[in-house]
């Protein structure tokens, strides 16, 4: 018994302490500045102080709208910024995290690592492995090379365009429950709701075939899961931190098992009726036959793979969609003049009747559009990675095991790099500047990611969020409410804290 004691008492130590230390006293000793950390917490209670300090203007509605939102979303990082520059060193627990706003750092950085030898922070691989799972947001190396290999030709143009037609039903259904709740006298309508709603049922149909009905189910528990890991004051980072929050952890767990079920459900009837023919056009279907063609040993996907890869699309796939087309019809609500453009460029080139999916790549403001709200607004407000072996970059070396956390929203705000109107919405700049939108740096502009790991269905994206927005300018106008409160906010995406109440109008 003591023996155990001793051992436990070691364990305790060494993972709260002494690793630790030693780890921040070579990442000092390598030239990396930042808060410092009190271990086990790290520099967690000033991340607390700071969001609590900060006070919540969205008091102001609509009259205070300003799209300078990163001191709003990330206030303790806008601060250390203010104190340690674009690039320093914070710590979760005792993870060191090596926090990046600086677009020519990032390039060097990248240019020295191949896409499958990133890593992903293992501490919200653990964290977040009920939602995600191995999917390939998750997985690395040869792994990732694997799954890649059999998802990507699931994006082509040809199986885009056969899903394409699935996703008109679901916004026609949300357009008419539109009509009605104006037509009995209820012009102001929650969009965001109603637009998560409607992305939910179409990636349910998308990727496997499903009615909403069915598909509700898998993504009620996936959005309760979201709230569970991201909406909580939990430790992430802190040894043994799932039993401080044992209730969460285990809630968490319940819910990923449970939408476990519900996929094996779906992919074990898809199995049992498929022969090995023409696959099923949504992309479960291809995925089945990506790996079918594949299979040699060790290329395809195991059914616990594909079920790891459907929560990852189920969930990347309605919440990046959903949350560009909201913010869009906010900025379209306080810009009438674009909101204006873009109807008469839909009814020059689409016109007022069906949609011919082959005109919507001449769509070319409304691509400006979208892209300026990724800008101001990026549904994917970070991303992270982790090192898996020591990276030289200039005179710096980042050590093997750190983790990386690139701030989007702080670049994408950042005036050196997009000059003085950077919180402006002005589409604009992307009309000569298609790709980058005049920006002086190529990595200060990830809509979708960066490197070798960039999002596989960004083109399903923007194909969506085209034929959904379409479809509404066709049909409404949309301007503020004065009810809605600006307060965007981070729940793992940047959505509206409170909702986005508009008032719609049929044209």
């Known amino acids: 018994m003591l023996c155990f004691s001793l051992y436990l ?16 006293r070579k990442i000092k000793k390598n030239g990396f500045v930042g808060p410092t950390p009190s271990f086990p917490m790290g520099n967690i209670r000033e991340i607390k102080n700071n969001s609590k300090n900060y006070v919540d203007d969205s008091s102001l509605g609509s009259s205070g709208i300003s799209h300078d939102i990163h001191s709003i979303v990330f206030p303790y990082f806008a601060r250390w910024q203010k104190c340690y520059g674009k690039l320093f060193i914070y710590w979760l627990g005792t993870e060191p995290f090596l926090y990046v706003a600086e677009p020519e750092f990032l390039r060097k950085m990248s240019s020295e690592v191949l896409g499958k030898n990133w890593g992903k922070p293992k501490v919200f691989k653990n964290d977040r492995e009920p939602m995600f799972g191995l999917g390939l947001v998750m997985v690395e190396g040869d792994d990732w090379v694997r799954h890649r290999h059999v998802i990507t030709p699931a994006f082509s143009p040809s199986n885009l365009k056969a899903m394409a037609s699935l996703m008109v039903e679901p916004a026609k259904k949300m357009i008419d429950k539109w009509v009605t709740l104006i037509d009995s006298d209820k012009p102001e309508i929650d969009v965001e709701r109603e637009i998560t709603t409607m992305a939910g049922e179409i990636i349910a149909s998308m990727s496997f075939g499903l009615s909403y009905q069915n598909g509700s189910r898998v993504f009620e528990k996936l959005r309760a899961m979201q709230i569970t890991l991201f909406n909580s004051n939990r430790y992430v980072g ?4 799932k039993w401080m929050c044992p209730k969460k952890t285990l809630e968490a767990k319940r819910l990923g098992k449970e939408i476990d079920q519900l996929l094996l459900s779906i992919i074990d009837a898809r199995k049992s009726c498929w ?24 290329k395809s996907l195991t059914t616990r793979e594909l079920v790891d890869e459907c929560k990852t699309f189920f969930f990347g796939g309605h919440e990046t969609t959903a949350l560009a087309l909201t913010w869009t019809l906010l900025l379209l609500a306080m810009y009438p003049n674009w909101q204006n453009q873009l109807r008469d ?61 690139i701030d989007v929203v702080a670049m994408h705000h950042d005036p050196t790099i997009w000059g003085d109107d950077v919180n402006d919405f002005r589409p604009d700049r992307f009309k000569d500047d298609f790709l980058y939108g005049g920006c002086k740096h190529k990595m200060g502009f990830l809509p979708f990611g960066f490197g070798g790991r960039m999002c596989v269905g960004r083109n399903l994206t923007m194909m969506e969020y085209k034929v959904v927005l379409t479809l509404m300018l066709t049909r409404f106008s949309f301007s503020l409410s004065p009810s809605y409160r600006h307060s965007p906010s981070i729940l793992l995406s940047l959505r509206p804290k409170y909702g986005l109440p508009l008032l719609v109008q049929p044209l």
């Open 345 to 405: 460029e839909v009814r020059q080139l689409i016109g007022d009747g069906e949609i011919d999916f082959a005109k919507l790549t001449d769509l070319k403001k409304m691509e400006w559009v979208m892209k300026e709200v990724l800008r101001l607004y990026s549904p994917a407000p970070n991303a992270q990675r982790q090192a898996r072996e020591d990276i030289q970059v200039d005179d710096l070396v980042i050590p093997n095991g750190t983790n990386i956390w």
């Open 238 to 241: 802190v040894p043994f931190s």
């Open 9 to 24: 008492l070691l364990t305790l130590l060494f993972s709260c302490w002494i690793i630790p230390i030693r780890a921040y």
């Open 275 to 298: 022969d090995g023919s023409s696959p099923q056009k949504d992309l479960l279907g291809l995925l089945m036959d990506g790996s079918h063609v594949d299979g040699r040993a060790g």
